[in-house]
C-alpha cells in the first residue's frame, strides 16, 4: 500500500540498475519484491537520453507497468513531480533534502537496509514505517522554499497575523 520515490540523473541510470554500484543492494528488484510501488524520476536534457534510461529501468523491473517512470529537466520540474507523486518516501543521501521535505515526502537512505532474510524484513519494516510516519505530509505548508531553497513565508491558517 506503499510507493517510493527514486530520483536519478539519466547518466547515472546504472546506479539503480547494477547492484554493483549500490554495495550490492538491488534497489528496484528489493523495493519491487517488497510490495512497494515505485516512483522513478529521471532527470534528462533530451527524449532520447530518457528513452534509453527508461528502458534500462524497465528491464530490471518485474512488472514495470505497476510503477511511474517520468523524465524531467528542469528543478521546478522536479519539485512539480515530488509534490504530484504518490510517494510516501523518496530515497536521498541528503540530511535535511527540502525538497522531499517540502513535497509532503520521507526520507530514506541506503543505511535502512540490511542483509539476510531477517534483515530483509527488518529492511521492509523501516521503510513501511517511514513510509507511515505523517509528519511531513502533516507539516508540508511550513516546509515550503522558494526557488531559492530559502524557508517560503507561510502562515498558518486560522491564525491571526495582528495579535
Same mark, same amino acid.
Given at each position: 500500500?506503499?510507493?517510493?520515490?527514486?530520483?536519478?540523473?539519466?547518466?547515472?541510470?546504472?546506479?539503480?540498475?547494477?547492484?554493483?554500484?549500490?554495495?550490492?543492494?538491488?534497489?528496484?528488484?528489493?523495493?519491487?519484491?517488497? @510490495?512497494? @510501488?515505485?516512483?522513478?524520476?529521471?532527470?534528462?536534457?533530451?527524449?532520447?537520453?530518457?528513452?534509453?534510461?527508461?528502458?534500462?529501468?524497465?528491464?530490471?523491473?518485474?512488472?514495470?507497468?505497476?510503477?511511474?517512470?517520468?523524465?524531467?529537466?528542469?528543478?521546478?520540474?522536479?519539485?512539480?513531480?515530488?509534490?504530484?507523486?504518490?510517494?510516501?518516501?523518496?530515497?536521498?543521501?541528503?540530511?535535511?533534502?527540502?525538497?522531499?521535505?517540502?513535497? @509532503?515526502?520521507?526520507?530514506?537512505?541506503?543505511?535502512?537496509?540490511?542483509?539476510?532474510?531477517?534483515?530483509?524484513?527488518?529492511?521492509?519494516?523501516?521503510?513501511?514505517?517511514?513510509?507511515?510516519?505523517?509528519?511531513?505530509?502533516?507539516?508540508?505548508?511550513?516546509?515550503?522554499?522558494?526557488?531559492?531553497?530559502?524557508?517560503? #513565508?507561510?502562515? #498558518?491558517?486560522?491564525?491571526?497575523?495582528?495579535?
Amino acid at each position: 500500500n506503499h510507493r517510493v520515490a527514486l530520483v536519478i540523473r539519466a547518466e547515472e541510470t546504472v546506479l539503480l540498475t547494477d547492484p554493483a554500484r549500490t554495495w550490492g543492494i538491488p534497489l528496484l528488484r528489493v523495493l519491487e519484491e517488497a @510490495g512497494f @510501488g515505485i516512483d522513478v524520476f529521471v532527470k534528462a536534457g533530451e527524449r532520447e537520453q530518457a528513452r534509453v534510461a527508461a528502458q534500462a529501468i524497465r528491464a530490471v523491473l518485474r512488472e514495470p507497468d505497476r510503477h511511474l517512470l517520468q523524465a524531467f529537466h528542469t528543478f521546478d520540474r522536479l519539485r512539480l513531480r515530488l509534490r504530484e507523486s504518490r510517494a510516501d518516501a523518496v530515497l536521498s543521501y541528503h540530511f535535511f533534502d527540502w525538497r522531499v521535505s517540502e513535497a @509532503g515526502k520521507n526520507r530514506f537512505s541506503l543505511q535502512v537496509f540490511e542483509m539476510g532474510l531477517p534483515g530483509a524484513i527488518r529492511t521492509v519494516q523501516r521503510i513501511t514505517g517511514i513510509c507511515r510516519t505523517p509528519f511531513y505530509r502533516r507539516y508540508r505548508d511550513w516546509l515550503a522554499r522558494t526557488p531559492e531553497g530559502m524557508p517560503a #513565508p507561510r502562515r #498558518p491558517e486560522g491564525t491571526d497575523a495582528d495579535a
